[in-house]
């Protein structure tokens, strides 16, 4: 990564130096402000102090994953109940005296805390308070014949389970909150079981995997011979590589993170929060072999959802078939979900509410500003999807 950093500045400064270099957008302007004085400089000084600026970026992003690693400040919030469990399952109760159930459906290769990450920052205790009855599904790390599990697997058996012991602990059907991946294996369960869910609502879930796809992700045909072989062995995608696939989407975001991060006083709220949301990232799990030649070949290359030719349990899952209220988030800078890939998504469910705040994919669940553009928005809806079907 280091090297990449310096390599690429000092390849920059050779295209442009010849004409070659075709700025973004968003600093074409400045650049054309800064060309005059650059073009004026000497060119061995201009070498010297790209190298100055290198050094002091790779010191401060030394130094910042320097303080990270010494810090001793980790998450410690008490465990809520456990309701169900099965196999490396875990179903959580975020408000055992009651309230309008809600199902929340997190993806199967981060771990499920992310919803409940600080006292401050838990979409699960922000809706206990507003007097829902959240209950998580904590997926765990797979174990024994959990490695053998596919997708269907996981919907008509992990979650049929689940979802049959949250019908057991209230009458109501509850909503069922999908994020990431897990909005699509929410889509799945809501066909499945539609008259034990009362509506559905789909947090950056991916389903025209072609649509705004980055570089990153359009390799993926390139190094799947690789990864087949990695998962022979291994019987898993490790989660090293799994984060190698999120890195490639935007390589130079860990050096910028870090940077930042050196500049904070290490007891402000800032510091304890990008260390709790760090340790998150780096608390991956894998995904088992079957699931990731579903998730990577299927989804990601033949692009199967959007061809509806993805199935569970033999049934092509069919959004349009969908006859319930359901809401559609689709942040607007998310990287991880390019959003025409979810707002495909949103335009095939029939009556669809649609919400684009203006964050990233993680930063919607514990960013700056995601209780006032996400979370408020969400409980707005369903308090106003019981009585309309009122638009967002």
């Given at each position: 990564?280091?090297?990449?950093?310096?390599?690429?500045?000092?390849?920059?400064?050779?295209?442009?130096?010849?004409?070659?270099?075709?700025?973004?957008?968003?600093?074409?302007?400045?650049?054309?402000?800064?060309?005059?004085?650059?073009?004026?400089?000497?060119?061995?000084?201009?070498?010297?102090?790209?190298?100055?600026?290198?050094?002091?970026?790779?010191?401060?992003?030394?130094?910042?994953?320097?303080?990270?690693?010494?810090?001793?400040?980790?998450?410690?919030?008490?465990?809520?109940?456990?309701?169900?469990?099965?196999?490396?399952?875990?179903?959580?109760?975020?408000?055992?005296?009651?309230?309008?159930?809600?199902?929340?459906?997190?993806?199967?290769?981060?771990?499920?805390?992310?919803?409940?990450?600080?006292?401050?920052?838990?979409?699960?205790?922000?809706?206990?308070?507003?007097?829902?009855?959240?209950?998580?599904?904590?997926?765990?790390?797979?174990?024994?014949?959990?490695?053998?599990?596919?997708?269907?697997?996981?919907?008509?058996?992990?979650?049929?389970?689940?979802?049959?012991?949250?019908?057991?602990?209230?009458?109501?059907?509850?909503t069922v909150l999908g994020y990431c991946m897990g909005g699509n294996l929410a889509v799945a369960l809501a066909l499945r079981r539609r008259r034990d869910i009362g509506g559905l609502i789909l947090m950056?879930?991916?389903?025209?995997?072609?649509?705004?796809?980055?570089?990153?992700?359009?390799?993926?045909?390139?190094?799947?011979?690789?990864?087949?072989?990695?998962?022979?062995?291994?019987?898993?995608?490790?989660?090293?590589?799994?984060?190698?696939?999120?890195?490639?989407?935007?390589?130079?975001?860990?050096?910028?993170?870090?940077?930042?991060?050196?500049?904070?006083?290490?007891?402000?709220?800032?510091?304890?929060?990008?260390?709790?949301?760090?340790?998150?990232?780096?608390?991956?799990?894998?995904?088992?072999?079957?699931?990731?030649?579903?998730?990577?070949?299927?989804?990601?290359?033949?692009?199967?959802?959007?061809?509806?030719?993805?199935?569970?349990?033999?049934?092509?899952?069919?959004?349009?078939?969908?006859?319930?209220?359901?809401?559609?988030?689709?942040?607007?800078?998310?990287?991880?979900?390019?959003?025409?890939?979810?707002?495909?998504?949103?335009?095939?469910?029939?009556?669809?509410?649609?919400?684009?705040?203006?964050?990233?994919?993680?930063?919607?669940?514990?960013?700056?500003?995601?209780?006032?553009?996400?979370w408020e928005p969400i409980a707005a809806w369903l308090e106003g999807s019981e009585i309309s079907s009122k638009s967002i």
């Open positions: 990564m280091l090297a990449l950093s310096s390599s690429s500045s000092a390849a920059a400064l050779t295209l442009w130096r010849q004409g070659w270099l075709d700025w973004k957008p968003d600093v074409r302007k400045a650049a054309r402000e800064l060309s005059p004085s650059l073009e004026s400089a000497n060119p061995a000084d201009l070498d010297r102090a790209l190298q100055r600026v290198q050094v002091r970026r790779l010191k401060a992003f030394a130094d910042g994953v320097l303080a990270y690693r010494r810090s001793p400040h980790r998450r410690n919030l008490p465990e809520p109940a456990v309701v169900w469990r099965e196999g490396t399952t875990r179903l959580l109760d975020y408000r055992p005296a009651g309230g309008r159930p809600l199902l929340v459906i997190p993806s199967l290769v981060n771990r499920a805390y992310i919803l409940d990450l600080t006292e401050r920052r838990s979409l699960m205790r922000w809706l206990a308070k507003r007097g829902y009855r959240p209950l998580l599904v904590d997926w765990g790390r797979p174990e024994d014949d959990e490695g053998d599990f596919t997708l269907t697997d996981y919907v008509a058996g992990r979650l049929d389970g689940v979802l049959d012991a949250v019908r057991g602990l209230d009458e109501r059907p509850p950056a879930t991916p389903w025209d995997f072609h649509a705004g796809q980055p570089p990153a992700i359009a390799a993926l045909p390139l190094v799947s011979a690789g990864l087949g072989l990695t998962m022979e062995i291994a019987g898993e995608l490790p989660t090293d590589i799994l984060q190698t696939l999120f890195f490639g989407l935007d390589p130079f975001l860990v050096i910028r993170k870090f940077e930042r991060f050196a500049r904070l006083d290490p007891e402000s709220d800032k510091a304890r929060e990008f260390i709790e949301l760090e340790d998150w990232l780096n608390d991956g799990v894998p995904l088992v072999s079957k699931v990731a030649k579903e998730c990577l070949d299927g989804w990601y290359v033949a692009n199967t959802p959007a061809r509806k030719r993805w199935r569970i349990a033999g049934r092509a899952v069919d959004p349009t078939k969908l006859d319930l209220p359901s809401l559609v988030v689709v942040p607007a800078k998310d990287r991880i979900v390019p959003p025409d890939s979810a707002l495909a998504l949103g335009a095939l469910i029939p009556g669809a509410h649609m919400l684009r705040p203006p964050q990233g994919h993680i930063a919607m669940a514990v960013g700056a500003g995601c209780e006032r553009d996400v």
